[in-house]
């Protein structure tokens, strides 16, 4: 889910998914815009099968923050 999660996220950006870390900050190290990451998170719900509410969005500020709530959502739907 994890190697599935960073390839999503390589289509926002230039990073390349074997260098990216939970520490991996969207805003500061990937610079996604606010629209891409809404975008990206549309992806995710897409691709798990999972929905975020608002409040889910206002907690993701790494990448380990991400995949430790999209395993949650899944363990829960």
Known sequence: MEEQFKEI???Y???NPEDMTDE???REDM???SLDFMTML???EDT????????DAEGIF????AIELIRR???NE
């Open 13 to 15: 950006t230039s990073i």
């Open 62 to 65: 790494t990448i380990g923050d």
């Open 73 to 75: 959502k899944m363990e």
């Open 9 to 11: 996220l390589a289509q």
């Open 48 to 55: 798990f099968d999972i929905e975020f509410v608002k409040t």
């Open 31 to 33: 610079d996604l815009s």
């Open 42 to 44: 549309g992806e995710v």
């Open 24 to 26: 991996t900050r969207f």
